[in-house]
Nanobody
């Protein structure tokens, strides 16, 4: 399973970005998908996850600002990020669980700065 993430970039505080991740490879269906992030000098942390049935889970720091969604037909997951703050600056990683195994995509960098 390969995960390809895109959509990162530089945005001003208060701005928005939309991250996109598509899964490819040999599998019947994807399990939980999610986004994690790692800021410089910090550990990787959960941002949001979404189960196959659409049930979502968010880190407290992003609740009300970020929205995760998935398209099972396209094997993809999205992260809409609004009201971005400088402390959201990080490398964002797409994650998927397939048949009990965890897969990671390469990070996409998000920088929030004026």
């Amino acid at each position: 399973v390969q995960l390809q993430a895109s959509g990162g970039g530089l945005v001003q505080p208060g701005g928005s970005l939309r991250l996109f991740c598509a899964a490819s490879g040999t599998f019947f269906r994807l399990g939980v998908m999610g986004w994690y992030r790692q800021a410089p000098g910090k550990q990787r942390e959960l941002v949001a996850t979404i189960a196959e049935n659409g049930r979502t889970n968010y880190a407290d720091s992003v609740k009300g600002r970020f929205t995760i969604a998935r398209d099972n037909a396209k094997n993809s997951v999205y992260l809409q990020m609004n009201s971005l703050r400088p402390d959201d600056t990080a490398d964002f990683y797409c994650n998927a669980v397939v048949y009990g195994m965890e897969y990671w995509g390469k990070g996409t960098q998000v920088t929030v700065s004026s």
